[in-house]
């Protein structure tokens, strides 16, 4: 009895369980969950649906209907081409609009009538051409200037003129950024150039006045700065100069007193300095004789001794020279006509000597004796006979020398030809 129980309770427990999951409903914060199939009454509307949003509720089985709609937001980019503004110029628009379902009554009434159940990308493609409709109607009654000098007052109209027909849709427009206006025939881009020219000709003017005033603002700053710099160099002087003629009238005293006692102690010391200078000069005096007239007088004397023994000496032997020359002469006349031979023959020895240490020594291999009286022929039979030796190799010297040994002398290496025995 007790398992069946238990088993009976635990059927129980899961089909409550069962029952409540599929009953039971949480709303999530960016949705709202709508139960279809009840009546209830919203002001002097009577409905037939109840609304639950950011929370939780149970369906009433086998009469309600839970269907959820999602309110996030949407991004949807325009574009509008050939769109005619104010005086005919066709512009095209582009520009970003954040829309989303209307999350507060009254407005989700709209959307649950109109917009429950499609997809999503249907719902963004309403309020895309929603919105390009309301664009195109914004457009017509603005100039091109006024839209593109404000596009913050152009996207406000666009604003106000979408508002009603989105929230007939149940639709809320959260934002709308305009993002680019053009044209094909470039109206704007003049536009564009001449008010850039505009700009850059008053920034110029403003520049150059600008630059004009703070021109003359520096020049005038500079005079000022000048001004005071000049009186304040001419009080530094002014200064400088008093203080310069206060220094000279205090320091005039004091620099005569100095002065004085400078050339007082100067004399004093001069004068003291007197009798010792006249003392270093006779002690100068009594070196000068000690050092140099002494000394000059004994060598003047010892060289007078020395000349006197010199000329002494020279006359003597000028005397005996005299004597020798005397007698050679009495010689030379007692000798006669043979003295000049004998006194040549005295000095040929000397001669000699001399002449021939400046002749240096030769080493002689041939020597060829020639006879002069014999001409030409005999010098050119000589180089012929060495001619032929150096270039044939053949020694006719060596072979007549050889007939005539006796008449020829050998020592060591070196040959004598004799050619002729008168030379």
């Not at 069962?18 to 709508?34: A, D, H, M, S």
């Not at 094909?184 to 403003?206: C, E, P, T």
């Not at 150059?208 to 710099?229: G, L, M």
């Not at 002494?294 to 002494?312: F, L």
Request: glycine letters at 6%; a negative charge; charged letters at 25%.
């Amino acid at each position: 009895m007790f398992p069946l129980l238990f088993l009976i309770g635990i059927g129980a427990s899961g089909a409550i369980a069962l029952t409540v999951k599929n009953l039971y409903y949480v709303c999530q914060p960016n949705e709202v969950l709508i139960f279809a199939g009840g009546s209830q009454r919203s002001g002097n509307r009577k409905l037939g649906y109840r609304l639950v949003k950011g929370g939780n509720s149970i369906r009433t089985p086998l009469l309600e209907k839970v269907m959820r709609m999602n309110l996030t937001n949407m991004i949807i980019e325009l574009k509008v081409s050939n769109s005619y503004s104010k005086g005919g110029i066709p512009l095209q628009v582009e520009g970003v609009a954040n829309i989303k379902i209307a999350g507060e009554e009254p407005t989700i009434h709209n959307a649950i009538e109109r917009l429950l159940g499609k997809p999503r990308q249907e719902i963004e493609k309403i309020a895309k051409e929603t919105l390009e409709g309301n664009l195109r109607g914004v457009l017509a009654s603005l100039t091109p200037e006024q839209v593109n000098q404000d596009k913050i007052a152009f996207a406000k109209s666009l604003l106000d003129e979408a508002e009603e027909d989105l929230e007939k849709l149940g639709l809320v427009l959260d934002t709308l950024q305009i993002q680019n206006i053009s044209d094909d025939v470039r109206y704007l881009d003049s536009l564009g150039r001449k008010q850039q020219a505009d700009l850059q000709r008053d920034a110029r003017i403003a520049e150059a006045e600008a630059k004009a005033e703070s021109e003359v603002q520096s020049a005038e700053n500079q005079k000022i700065t000048s001004v005071r710099r000049l009186e304040r160099d001419i009080g530094i002087a002014q200064a400088a100069a008093e203080q310069r003629t206060q220094d000279a009238l205090t320091m005039r005293a004091a620099l005569v007193a100095e002065a004085e006692a400078e050339i007082a102690a100067e004399l004093a010391r001069i004068q003291a300095d007197v009798p010792v200078q006249e003392e270093r000069i006779k002690q100068v005096m009594q070196q000068l004789k000690a050092d140099v007239i002494a000394p000059a007088e004994a060598d003047c004397k010892r060289a007078i001794a020395e000349a006197k023994g010199n000329a002494a000496t020279i006359l003597e032997e000028g005397k005996a020279q005299a004597e020798g020359t005397l007698k050679l002469a009495e010689s030379w006349v007692a000798a006669g006509e043979s003295a000049r031979d004998i006194f040549l023959l005295q000095k040929l020895e000397g001669l000699l000597k001399t002449l021939a240490s400046t002749v240096p020594e030769i080493a002689v291999k041939n020597v060829t004796v020639i006879d002069t009286q014999s001409g030409n022929l005999a010098t050119q039979a000589a180089a012929f006979i060495t001619q032929l030796k150096q270039t044939s190799g053949v020694d006719l010297a060596g072979a007549i020398n050889g007939l005539r040994a006796s008449q020829a002398t050998v020592e060591g290496d070196d040959e004598l030809l004799v050619l002729d025995e008168k030379a």
